[in-house]
């Protein structure tokens, strides 16, 4: 593409705080973090390309998305956004998630039964010039200037200087569209890779590598999986395991990792010598129990409830929320758990069928 940034571009990020007191800055405005994938969107011409925050394409995944971009943005641009399916009305990430389906038939069936929308909170290119060091106010009222004629299924993110929307984004009951919500200084630029943002989740979750599993004792499917995160270094570190599985996802998960499964004398971080935190021998915790695992190669991540970490590891086993395809297992650091956040998700003002 001939835009004047080079595609893929490592989108900025938000530092994880507890809650809206310890944003550091007072020049904030406030958004709504949605329950979505991260989409960079980049448009030069008829050129169009989806990227996901790994920096992969995305962009097969959903052929219903190019044509209405055509339609509704200027010709040469670059989006930060927020990609999602909504489903009667409302945020649906199971289905999102199900949108990444390698058979191209599936694809097309999913195109047209659970259609993705996207929703615009930044502007990182526009024409012949790079916004990325532009104040974001600027680049905020570029974005709205440059999604005036805007058509489904394209949004524009809901933004507000007063924290007053930001306590009521946060007030509504869990189970809304919300992720939390994510706070920005109206005179920082954009810098990619950088958490330079701050952002307040309704619970307090964390995006952990699958290293490997324990088998439930009666022998039938997965009873936990194992899971680390990533040092400073690139190091994968043991953290510890999910709570036991519901009895009905236990064979479920069992199939998903099989083609993910070591077999003996293959390489593994937590095996030999290790240069992390590994799997522990049988302890007086264990009461008995087996400690038997079985590596898989670290290429999934899941997204899980944790309660924060003690000495390095989980306090408690992790209730395991989804999976996350679209997360690099290498960005999956220890930066997550540096603050707890301690409120609640809202529903934003987004109609998605108009």
């Known amino acids: 593409m001939g835009l004047p940034l080079v595609d893929p571009l490592v989108p900025m990020l938000a530092a994880a705080v507890r809650d809206l007191d310890a944003v550091p800055r007072a020049d904030i405005s406030w958004e709504p973090k949605l329950d979505g994938f991260r989409c960079l969107v980049w448009r030069d011409g008829d050129e169009i390309d989806l990227q996901g925050r790994s920096g992969t394409s995305l962009t ?7 044509g209405p971009l ?5 010709g040469r641009v670059v989006l930060d ?11 649906d990430f199971d289905a999102l998630s199900a949108r990444l389906h390698p058979a191209a038939s599936r694809v097309d069936h999913l195109a047209e039964t659970t259609p993705a929308h996207l929703v615009a909170f930044d502007v990182l290119a526009l024409g012949d010039r790079s916004q990325l060091e532009r104040p974001w106010a600027q680049r905020r009222a570029t974005l709205e200037q440059a999604l005036g004629s805007a058509h489904l ?3 524009l993110c809901p933004t507000s200087p007063a924290r007053s929307d930001a306590e009521a984004w946060l007030s509504l009951p869990v189970g809304g569209d919300l992720d939390g919500v994510v706070a920005k200084a109206t005179g920082d630029p954009y810098v990619p890779g950088g958490r330079g943002w701050w952002k307040v989740k309704h619970h307090h979750s964390v995006d952990l590598v699958v290293g490997g599993y324990r088998m439930h004792s009666d022998g039938h499917g997965i ?3 194992l899971l680390g995160l990533v040092d400073h270094d690139g190091v994968l570190h043991h953290v510890g395991a999910t709570r036991n599985l519901p009895a009905a996802r236990r064979a479920a998960i069992l199939d998903e990792l099989a083609p993910l499964v070591i077999v003996e ?3 593994h971080p937590w095996l030999g010598e290790p240069a992390g935190r590994a799997p522990g021998a049988p302890s007086r915790w264990t009461r008995g129990r ?5 590596p898989v190669r670290p290429e999934r991540v899941v997204e899980c409830e944790v309660e924060g ?16 395809d679209d997360r690099d297992p290498a960005t999956c650091g220890y930066d997550q758990l540096e603050a707890l956040p301690s409120r609640r998700p809202a529903t934003p003002t987004i109609a998605w069928d108009r």
Request: proline fraction near 9%; avoid cysteine.
């Open 81 to 91: 956004t927020e990609l999602v399916v909504p489903v009667d009305g409302r945020l």
């Open 223 to 225: 009873g936990s999986l």
């Open 70 to 74: 055509r339609r509704s943005l200027p």
């Open 290 to 294: 087996t400690t038997a695992w079985v």
């Open 309 to 324: 970490l003690l000495s390095g590891r989980l306090r408690s086993n992790a209730k395991l929320l989804r999976w996350r």
């Open 60 to 66: 097969r995944f959903f052929p219903e998305l190019p």
């Open 265 to 267: 004398g293959g390489a």
């Open 153 to 155: 299924p394209l949004h």
